[in-house]
């Protein structure tokens, strides 16, 4: 396994511990974390049932954390880890913060942004799928069998 392979499994590993910390909140379980020169400057959960707020994404929250963070609007140097594909609303946000990279694990069949609007992110945005797919896949299906 290359070096690139090994930080985006454990990055991911991290954006995992978020959407279980969702999970125990009753929230979608969704986490991201925003990492920075090999360093994690943001880490977030769907918040959207606490707030009351249908923005109250992971990403949206690990975005404004990272901005934060950084002092500045942009994440070009940065690379947002997310369990799950992100909609068009974080699509779109990503996109306007210029994100270096995009990595997520689960695709989202029904509101996933390359379903819609698969040029949403800035151009020079690389995107990697699919890392521990099956473990962020799992935890998500496995919310919502209970909640039916």
Not at 92 to 114: H, T
Request: overall charge negative.
């Amino acid at each position: 396994m290359q070096e690139q392979e090994k930080l985006d499994e454990l990055f991911m590993r991290k954006a995992l511990e978020q959407a279980q910390m969702a999970c125990d909140k009753g929230e979608v379980p969704v986490g991201a974390v925003v990492v920075c020169r090999e360093r994690i400057i943001a880490r977030a959960h769907n918040l959207t049932e606490l707030l009351r707020d249908v923005t109250a994404h992971a990403e949206m929250q690990a975005v404004t954390a990272a901005a934060d963070s950084l002092g500045g609007k942009y994440l070009d140097s940065c690379t947002l880890y997310v369990t799950l594909e992100p909609c068009t609303m974080c699509a779109g946000a990503l996109g306007w913060a210029q994100l270096g990279r995009l990595v997520y694990g689960a695709s989202d069949e029904k509101r996933g942004f390359r379903k819609y609007v698969p040029d949403a992110l800035h151009p020079k945005t690389e995107v990697v799928a699919g890392v521990l797919e099956d473990e962020c896949a799992v935890l998500i299906k496995d919310f919502f069998k209970k909640k039916r």
